[in-house]
């Protein structure tokens, strides 16, 4: 995997910090959404415990030490919900949360596209060598957990573009 | 006998004998004006030889610019004066500083969000340099002039000095006063200051560092950072060097 790049706000101290300034700590918390978001997706993370991702790097740089406050991560986590980028597993515990770091019909569009260019319409495959065979190997939803499949192959049926069929399989038109 | 020189003859010709001479100072004034308006004339002829000769050299050597431009200050000549002519139209000396003008407004709009439109002139430099190959040989004084230039158009552009030879070039047409930039100015070696740092090391009453301070929140020139051990630090994404293009 290559290095991830970090962006410049992850080595400035206030970072860590939310601003009393209110348009600064918009622009502050759109920096942490969209940190949140590409961490993940070079991690090719779906899911995050809230405790775990505390300690991580991610919301813990130790070479300035400084560490995302529990309440702010909250705060970030909040607006990533908001965008409908995360899904709380328990919204009343709130300590693990399933990412999308795109939307499902973004996700849905894409493997329609490889679909299309490789010339599958109009076959039906199994939903696991659709993220996990050789094909798609190169491809940015290799790897991607069924539940989250499974609602962009959903997005795709209600556009008729697909059909699931049972859990395991699914029929492109 | 009469005594010489007094009574009203004597005046009058007192008088004539004065007015005489004013003249004749007149006459000097005047000769002296047209001599040296026939120099300046001169110097000025010399000059756009020189310019014409060498207009390469001027739009590609920094130094060589620089050099020519305290010549023509010099004769008071200011090559950047708008309209046309031969400056402008013979040697593209307004086009090259009226570029560059656009060039730094873009620059700065671009980097606002992040630095609340408070940049040092040396990032603002390679940020222009890295924006095309013509720009290489852009020098800070090339870009203080621009500024200057730009200052007088009434677009809120202004360099502030921070000590050492360096620069802060504020785009936004905030107030910021002398406690504003003699605070930043302190903050320049480390990128922070904070209340207490400012009153030791400025000798000021807490209350106007306070003022500074949030006025600098205020404007989005500052962030806060709680988690120091000394107490709360002001840092400024200005002072903050961003290597990312």
Known sequence: ???????????????????????????????????????????????????????????????????????????????????????????KKRNRCLIMWRTPEEWGKIIYQWVTSNGMNNTVCTTYELVNGDDTSNQEFHGMESWL???????????????????????FF | MRRRGVGAGAIAKKKLAEARYKD????????????????????????????????????????????????????????????KGFWSEMLGIGDF???????????????????????????????????????QDVSNDDLLRAIKKLKVLGSGFTAIPVGGGRYLVQSVPGELNMDHT???????????????????????EKERAQRVLDHMLKEGLAWVDDQAT?????????LFPDPAG
């Open chain 2, 230 to 238: 000394e107490g709360r630090q002001y840092w400024f994404p200005a």
């Open chain 2, 97 to 135: 500083y009226y570029e560059l003008g656009v060039q730094i407004v873009e620059v700065c709009l671009a980097t606002k969000p992040r630095n609340g439109g408070l940049i040092m002139l040396d990032e603002l430099r390679e940020r222009i340099a890295g924006k095309s190959k013509a720009r």
């Open chain 1, 1 to 91: 995997m290559a290095e991830f790049q970090w962006p410049w706000q992850y080595n400035f101290p206030p970072f860590f910090t939310i601003q009393p300034n209110k348009d600064t700590q918009a622009k502050q918390l759109e920096a942490w959404c969209l940190l949140v978001l590409s961490y993940c997706r070079h991690r090719r993370q779906y899911s995050l415990d809230v405790t775990d991702a505390q300690d991580s790097p991610l919301f813990h740089n130790q070479k300035i030490g400084r560490k995302l406050p529990l309440e702010a991560v909250y705060t970030v986590l909040e607006e990533l919900r908001k965008k409908g980028n995360i899904e709380w597993t328990d919204p």
């Open chain 2, 24 to 83: 004749r100072g007149t006459e000097i004034a005047a000769d002296q004006l047209a001599q040296m308006s026939k120099q300046l004339e001169t110097f000025q002829k010399h000059l756009e030889e020189f310019a014409t000769k060498h207009k390469d050299d001027i739009r590609r050597n920094a130094e060589f610019r620089r050099q020519f431009q305290e010549m023509c200050a010099a004769v008071g000549v200011d090559p950047l004066a708008s309209g």
């Open chain 2, 182 to 204: 003699t605070v930043l100015q302190l903050a320049e070696g480390s990128g922070f200051v904070s209340e207490s740092s400012i009153v030791n090391k400025l000798r000021w």
């Open chain 1, 149 to 171: 499949l499974t609602r962009a192959l959903q997005t795709l049926q209600i556009e008729r573009k697909a059909e699931l069929m049972g859990s395991e399989g699914v029929k």
